[in-house]
């Protein structure tokens, strides 16, 4: 069949036409309806990615949810909406495929208590077929990871992680899989951004390959099984994501997560089209994402000619608000695993005068930034430098009377702090290390205590620090300073292998984080969010 894209365009024009209702029907022309519907099958997938353990949902800022506050997601809700898109599906003729992009991990006190478990019940209640492995899949080791895998039914994917001298995953993690739904078949690829091997802790026996290659060896595969139509389930993000389109051939469907962006039609916040078209190397390939932590679930619907191709597309992504129904059995199911966090995430620790978000605690300065780096400083004494990483702030404070599980949610990695001796020299090239990723958001970016620094984003990466100052001044390239971390960046983590290999003195077993700015909040009783220009662009 020869590739047409002006063809393929006209009949994007008439699938959009008609989708007025949350899931309503988006073919509009009934004879290009029967006309494709004659070639090959109709099917819809149904996605999501970046839950992040958020069950009950995320205020604005991402802060927990309160009751009589705005609050988008929960499982609930999100399975509610999944259950009508699947039932919509249904009485369409189309094939329905609910597709998770990963990082179901790490977020929110669920994690922390479950370790998985309570994701891995959610998802067998609403049916997920397929999952890609994310990054945060991996904070806990090995033997968190195996834990989930040996209770979900369906398969976790990743096309790009060599797991074969892991014996713990070694034969729970497949390149690819092939569904089928309703008497259609696809093939399904997983990717994993190799970030994961610095920003997570997956252990020495996993290895994180090149994903474009990856991809393109397991995309021939299906096709060599006779699969016509394969989506990818990507976990490397937005950027990553067009390149893996106009790379690698075979290529359908991409269902994104990671750089947790919305992409989507009329809907506020979104940074592009649902789906985003990109050509490829031999067909057109579309790009779906749908920001995070269950605030919106998507639905791709993809009529196929005979040979599997798409000869036809139409979406909608759907805000998972108050007015979604929940679904009573997964209700149920969060219930149960919320019983025995009431008692320790209710207990309160103090009161913020103002709400402190995380939305951009990767990219620049921010109050929460600076409230946890204030914090561990002052609990480490004979430290002058405090030094945290952005990508360890998984929630927002709210404003109002604050719990220990509005900390947890924050910091729900179990990092402990980390104290270390070093030269000024390989200070700075720690702080290079956290800007580097600039001017993209990037977990490593550093917030700061007891030192000011000024950066060039547009610096070529490793020039970008233009001054750095302690109270004493600015910063010796020789003095050997008192710094506290965290043991997640002292060991390397984020790519602070500076930290690690330049240390002249080091302890790791310190506090742990979170019972360190919740006794931080305790002792002083009342916070508001500051921002002091301590790190400052110029």
């Not at 009934?30 to 149904?46: K, M, S, V």
């Not at 009751?67 to 509610?80: I, N």
């Amino acid at each position: 069949m020869r590739h047409d894209p002006t063809i393929r365009l006209s009949r994007r024009t008439l699938l959009r036409a008609a989708a007025a209702l949350p899931w309503a029907a988006p073919l509009a022309a009934p004879a290009l309806r029967r006309a494709l519907a004659a070639d090959g099958a109709r099917i819809a997938l149904i996605h999501l990615n970046d839950f992040h353990s958020k069950h009950e949902g995320v205020a604005d800022g991402g802060a927990t949810c309160r009751e009589g506050l705005p609050c988008a997601g929960t499982s609930p809700r999100l399975a509610g909406a999944i259950r009508e898109a699947r039932a919509a599906a249904f009485a369409e003729g189309r094939a329905p495929f609910l597709l998770d992009a990963g990082d179901q991990f790490m977020g929110s006190l669920f994690y922390t208590h479950h370790r998985g478990l309570a994701e891995a019940a959610v998802q067998r209640a609403v049916g997920t077929m397929a999952m890609a492995l994310g990054n945060h899949e991996f904070d806990n080791g090995p033997e968190t990871l195996a834990r989930y895998a040996a209770a979900v039914p369906f398969p976790l994917l990743s096309a790009n992680l060599d797991a074969r001298a892991e014996p713990l995953l070694r034969d729970r993690i497949t390149a690819s899989t092939i569904l089928e739904s309703n008497g259609a078949r696809i093939g399904v690829i997983g990717l994993t951004t190799t970030e994961t091997a610095t920003s997570s802790s997956p252990g020495p026996t996993l290895v994180f390959t090149d994903p474009i290659e990856a991809a393109a060896r397991a995309a021939d595969g299906l096709r060599r099984q006779g699969i016509g139509t394969v989506v990818v389930l990507s976990h490397l993000g937005l950027p990553a994501d067009r390149r893996l389109a106009a790379e690698v051939p075979g290529i359908d469907a991409i269902v994104g997560g990671h750089s947790h962006l919305l992409l989507a039609n009329g809907l506020p916040g979104a940074v592009g089209p649902y789906p985003t078209v990109i050509g490829g190397r031999d067909r057109d390939v579309r790009i779906t994402q749908v920001a995070c932590h269950g605030r919106y679930l998507g639905r791709l619907d993809l009529d196929l000619a005979g040979d599997g191709r798409v000869a036809a597309d139409a979406g909608t992504v759907r805000p998972i608000g108050p007015e979604v129904a929940p679904d009573a059995e997964v209700q149920a199911v969060v219930a149960e695993y919320a019983k025995p966090l009431g008692e320790l995430r209710l207990r309160p620790v103090g009161l913020a005068e103002a709400s402190f978000p995380n939305e951009t605690c990767r990219d620049g300065e921010c109050a929460l930034g600076n409230l946890v780096a204030e914090a561990a400083l002052a609990r480490s004494p004979g430290a002058e430098i405090a030094i945290v990483n952005g990508g360890g702030l998984r929630a927002g404070l709210p404003a109002g009377t604050l719990t220990y599980g509005d900390v947890l949610a924050v910091l729900p990695f179990g990092n402990t702090l980390a104290t270390l001796t070093i030269r000024g020299g390989a200070l700075r090239a720690a702080l290079e290390n956290g800007l580097s990723r600039l001017p993209g958001p990037a977990g490593r970016f550093p917030h700061l205590a007891g030192l000011r620094v000024t950066f060039d984003p547009a610096a070529p990466p490793g020039q970008r620090l233009r001054e750095a100052r302690t109270a004493d001044g600015p910063l010796d390239p020789d003095r050997a300073y008192r710094v506290v971390t965290i043991n997640f960046m002292r060991g390397g983590g984020d790519g602070y292998a500076v930290l690690r290999n330049e240390a002249l003195e080091a302890y790791d077993d310190g506090p742990a984080l979170e019972e360190v700015v919740a006794d931080y909040l305790q002792a002083r009783g009342r916070v508001a969010p500051v921002l002091d220009g301590r790190i400052g662009r110029g």
